[in-house]
């Protein structure tokens, strides 16, 4: 075996899915022959020539059963698109300069990451109704983002089947790095259940893929001044001012002393923290109290969805014909405002409550 089958063996043993038994020698002679008559002859790149292989349709056909999709794809043809980055076209073309090119997941990508970004979208704001917006659009890439749709790509094993190629930068194009490869494909396959089922089929696959991992929120939300900014939302939604309290104590003359300070609403308790010294503990209790509030979560029973409403048929939402179903948006108020809200001049912008309070003071001067 000469050095040029060895490097072929070694590589296909390295990949997986990569086959040589439909070849009748190595290195394909179309691999070895110069593509001009005065050009030198061409050097074999055994791992360049594996990478462009596709991958086996047995194995193509089990990943389609593993992710519950083999009876919604029509053959394993649509499977190896998902699974094609559009980097993989120049490597392509390096091997097989006069074959068509193959298909790629650049459009199903795009398809993909907008279903996502929908379902995401109106899951979290339907779960945390009083969560700040830039805490939200956090709360959505942790679900849907690129990490977590690579994580995932690893997950089902899509590591083996995936045809790609890294580049580098240029002035037009970022890098494609093995993570942005990855993500493609989960998106690509969202767009797929889509594209052969209904918008209804999509979201329940986002929602067994996607949703069903639990994101810490309490990381994403963060206070520069937890004291005042409490103040403002309760005065925002018209209860009493708050008033903290020394709850428990203990080694207040020792060396390690714990404080225990409750943050109390009229007769309701706000939230509760401790620490070291009393202004710890006043400022864990009014982020507690916080954090009480924009983390409150809405039943799962009663969460409703603005795409519940498509009819649940195999068409796409403009020509899906059936009973709708029924939604009852959530109603607008003084939860949607953003706390402490101040522009660059430092001019505060009421709310609904206070300006309703400024015009009943206009009406006694009147």
Known sequence: MGYA??????????????????????PPKHTLSPRHANAAPAVFDAQAWASSQPPPRSTLAAFAHRI?????????????????HPSFIQLYTRQYPDQPLPATNASLATLGNSLLGLFATEFVNSSYPHLPTRVMKAAV????????????????????????????????????????ALASVPRALTALVYQY???????????????????????????????????????????????????????????????????????????????????????????????????TRQPPHLVQLPTSTFPDTRASIFDAEGPEGSYSPVSMGDSEVLYGSAGRAGIRVPGARSMAAAEDDLEDYL
């Open 197 to 295: 089922r209904s918008l209804r089929s999509a979201r329940r696959f986002v929602e067994k893929f996607f949703f069903s991992r639990e994101v810490d929120l309490r990381g994403m939300i963060k206070f520069r001044d937890p004291k005042q900014t409490l103040l403002e939302t309760v005065a925002k939604y018209g209860r009493e001012r708050p008033i903290s309290r020394l709850l428990k104590e203990t080694g207040r003359y020792s060396n390690s002393p714990v404080f225990v300070v409750g943050i109390f609403s009229g007769a309701d308790q706000l939230g509760e923290g401790f620490g070291s010294s009393l202004k710890m503990a006043e400022y864990r209790a009014a982020e507690d109290s916080l954090l009480r509030l924009y983390l």
């Open 5 to 26: 089958q060895r490097k072929v063996a070694t590589t296909a043993a390295k990949l997986a899915h990569v086959s040589s038994q439909h070849l009748k020698a190595l």
């Open 141 to 180: 890439s942790a679900h849907v983002g690129p990490t977590t749709c690579a994580n995932l790509a690893r997950e089902i094993g899509v590591t083996p089947i995936l045809r790609w190629q890294r580049t580098p930068s240029t002035t037009a194009n970022s890098a494609v790095l093995h993570a942005d």
């Open 68 to 84: 519950g999709l083999a009876n919604v794809v029509p053959s394993t043809e649509v499977i190896e698109q998902a699974c094609t």
